[in-house]
């Protein structure tokens, strides 16, 4: 592995605490400013992989480099700096419900601030601007200054994303961000994603339940199935085939956020004969 590639792993096993394992044999390389998202079954893993990615957890086989960094070889303090270059948005966001909403964004920065600038945006928030320039994004500038206990659980999904937004990371990685939004939304906060990595380089890797929103903002596809690595390609170039076989388990039914998505809207290479 090279410090070429913002996120590198190499064979990576994982096996979690209680004997289970959670990935096998894992390869993935990622180019500063690439936008891949992974996709597969309840269970397959993509959890543990966006963590892994964002230095939350720890293989227990392979190597990983991030940002050209080994994150498992670092001082605490070089880890944590190391952290503060990665953006990490959670399905369920750990945002204190107290907390109110601007107050939640900033915290995007923490990382780079000073404790006493950090002490100080908790008592006056110093860039109100620019959260709500963030929330903006996200359809959510009028909530600025609600407390986060009385938002929906799809408004806190998209404080979370506010809050990455506003952090502005060099490697921003997204646990299926938009499973509690209607149709409109979700691609309204998945395009958002995509925008902030083209607009500022940073590479986007996003896990996504549905398959229909990974087809349409994304150049490159994983499938992941039971812990491995089950197809890496082009999205032109996944095929209902593909995709049917890695969800064999789930039914007949692929997972899509847009009701009455139909196969034959896939993106897909034109076939031989009507190139001709």
């Given at each position: 592995?090279?410090a ?6 190499e ?7 209680n ?13 500063p ?8 079954p ?11 990615a964002?230095a939350?957890?720890?293989v227990?086989?392979g190597?990983?480099?991030l ?6 070889q ?5 880890l944590?700096?190391?952290?503060a ?11 204190p419900p107290r ?10 920065r923490?990382?780079?601030w ?5 002490l100080?945006s908790?008592?006056?928030?110093s860039?109100?601007a ?6 903006a ?6 909530r ?13 999904q ?8 506003y ?9 299926e961000?938009?499973s ?9 906060a ?11 380089g940073?590479?986007?890797l996003?896990?996504?339940h549905a398959v229909d929103?990974a087809?349409?903002w994304?150049?490159?596809?994983v ?6 690595v ?6 032109g170039?996944?095929s209902?085939?593909m995709?049917q076989e890695l ?5 007949s039914?692929l ?14 290479p034109?076939?031989?004969a009507?190139?001709?």
């Amino acid at each position: 592995m090279t410090a070429e590639a913002a996120l590198a792993l190499e064979d990576v096993g994982l096996v979690h605490a209680n004997g289970q394992r959670a990935l096998q044999g894992v390869t993935l390389r990622l180019a500063p400013g690439a936008r891949v998202a992974v996709i597969g079954p309840s269970g397959a893993g993509k959890t543990s992989l966006l963590r892994i990615a964002g230095a939350g957890l720890r293989v227990s086989e392979g190597r990983v480099a991030l940002l050209g960094a080994h994150p498992w070889q670092l001082r605490a303090a070089e880890l944590r700096k190391l952290r503060a270059r990665i953006g990490l948005i959670h399905q369920s966001p750990p945002i204190p419900p107290r907390l109110r909403v601007i107050t939640a964004v900033l915290a995007g920065r923490l990382g780079r601030w000073s404790a006493a600038r950090a002490l100080a945006s908790l008592l006056m928030p110093s860039d109100i601007a620019g959260a709500q320039a963030a929330l903006a994004r996200l359809d959510l500038a009028d909530r600025l200054f609600d407390r986060c206990d009385r938002l929906s659980g799809g408004q806190l999904q998209r404080v979370g994303m506010a809050r990455v937004l506003y952090q502005a990371p060099e490697l921003l990685l997204a646990d299926e961000p938009v499973s509690a939004l209607d149709p409109a939304l979700a691609d309204l906060a998945v395009g958002e994603l995509v925008a902030q990595s083209r607009d500022t380089g940073a590479t986007l890797l996003a896990s996504l339940h549905a398959v229909d929103l990974a087809l349409k903002w994304f150049d490159r596809i994983v499938g992941l199935r039971a812990g491995s690595v089950a197809f890496d390609a082009p999205a032109g170039e996944v095929s209902r085939a593909m995709l049917q076989e890695l969800y064999a388990t789930e039914g007949s039914l692929l997972p899509t956020q847009a009701a009455g998505f139909e196969l034959d809207r896939l993106r897909m290479p034109m076939p031989a004969a009507a190139c001709r």
